[in-house]
């Protein structure tokens, strides 16, 4: 997959940004807070994936306008799409390809596959557990649609439910005992489907995020990923029943896929909290790699790879052997500086000064 244009208009401080992009790399330089990394932000949203800078659609729109708009011209071997998405300050955001209107963002996923690095992605392993899980169900999402349909359902009934429950103002009575009956066995349905995908891709992963650890860090040392959850060896019938009284106190749902959380062990050892910041940064880079090859092997086709300034944050040692991991895919990189590291030659260099691109 090859992404040949992009425009942006009023998208951040890119009021009207167009270019196209060389197959191969690309350098985007600039001072900070001239739009380096607005404009990977803005491929990156193309996939359907949300903002990996956790940032709400309201303040991606540029100041003062309705609506931002992002399009793209998308290249899968003879065939070519156009991608077009309206990210509304105020209502209801939409998505197209070739002018056909999409049900759900996550959809994009199917013709933009996109894996961005990013020094944020320390949050993989030092942030909370929202941003482990959004990472898993975005991957799991590119190549599956019965996922996507699920994790759409079990967020819609998770909210009906929640709903629900602060109705009841913590007191039980039959008709609320038979409503969330009702919501239950649709939750446990949906559930299910989320939480057995999320038990495949961990399995399949885990080889070959230790193989590239090993490989970025230099080192040797084991790494294992468990996925952290109280309800999938119970059964989420039981879990739900267990808990029962204390939702309707609460008035929120307290058990399910939307509270699981991944670890990451590196020996035997919980990384989030004994790991070395280098050792942190080595595993979200190995983290970000298997979900490249996981993506490659479930669609038969190679993402576009976005890094945005993630060479500054690496010592010279790491950042040579993350050179020598990267896939021969389309690469897109900024960097403040214009310094790359060996092994790395960008074919087109583009310049951003205050949301304007200059160079070819």
Not at 20 to 42: D, P, R, S
Not at 69 to 95: F, I, P
Not at 101 to 116: Q, S
Not at 159 to 180: H, I, M, T, V
């Amino acid at each position: 997959m090859i992404i040949k244009r992009l425009w942006l208009t009023d998208f951040r401080n890119h009021l009207a940004t167009d270019v196209a992009l060389n197959e191969k790399v690309t350098l985007v330089i600039g001072l900070n807070g001239h739009g380096k990394t607005n404009l990977i932000e803005g491929l990156h949203l193309l996939s359907g994936a949300r903002s990996f800078r956790g940032a709400k659609v309201d303040a991606l729109v540029a100041a003062g306008r309705p609506s931002a708009y992002l399009r793209a011209e998308v290249e899968h071997g003879d065939r070519t799409s156009l991608v077009e998405v309206e990210l509304a300050a105020h209502g209801r955001s939409k998505a197209q390809v070739n002018k056909q209107k999409l049900k759900r963002f996550r959809d994009l996923g199917d013709t933009v596959r996109i894996v961005v690095f990013s020094p944020d992605d320390l949050g993989i392993i030092k942030g909370s557990p929202s941003i482990r899980r959004s990472l898993l169900d975005e991957t799991i999402a590119i190549g599956s649609a019965e996922f996507r349909a699920a994790r759409t359902d079990f967020d819609q009934i998770v909210r009906q439910r929640n709903n629900l429950l602060k109705q009841a103002r913590g007191r039980s009575s039959e008709d609320l005992a038979s409503n969330l009956l009702v919501w239950d066995e649709q939750l446990i349905g949906a559930a299910n489907v989320v939480g057995q995908h999320r038990s495949n891709f961990i399995a399949s992963i885990q080889p070959v995020v230790c193989d590239f650890y090993q490989r970025v860090a230099g080192l040797d040392t084991e790494v294992s990923l468990q996925l952290e959850t109280d309800w999938w060896n119970e059964g989420l019938a039981d879990a739900l029943s267990r808990v029962r009284a204390d939702e309707i106190k609460r008035g929120m749902t307290l058990v399910g896929p939307h509270r699981d959380d991944l670890t990451i062990l590196l020996g035997s050892l919980h990384s989030r909290f004994h790991a070395s910041q280098g050792e942190q940064r080595s595993l979200a880079l190995a983290f970000r790699l298997a979900t490249y090859v996981f993506v490659e092997e479930v669609t038969g086709d190679q993402s576009v790879v976005l890094l945005d300034d993630v060479f500054s944050e690496l010592d010279e040692s790491r950042a040579k052997r993350l050179v020598e991991c990267l896939p021969d895919s389309q690469i897109i990189l900024t960097s403040a500086t214009g310094t790359v590291p060996d092994g790395i030659d960008p074919v087109q260099t583009l310049e951003i000064t205050e949301g304007r691109i200059h160079g070819s």
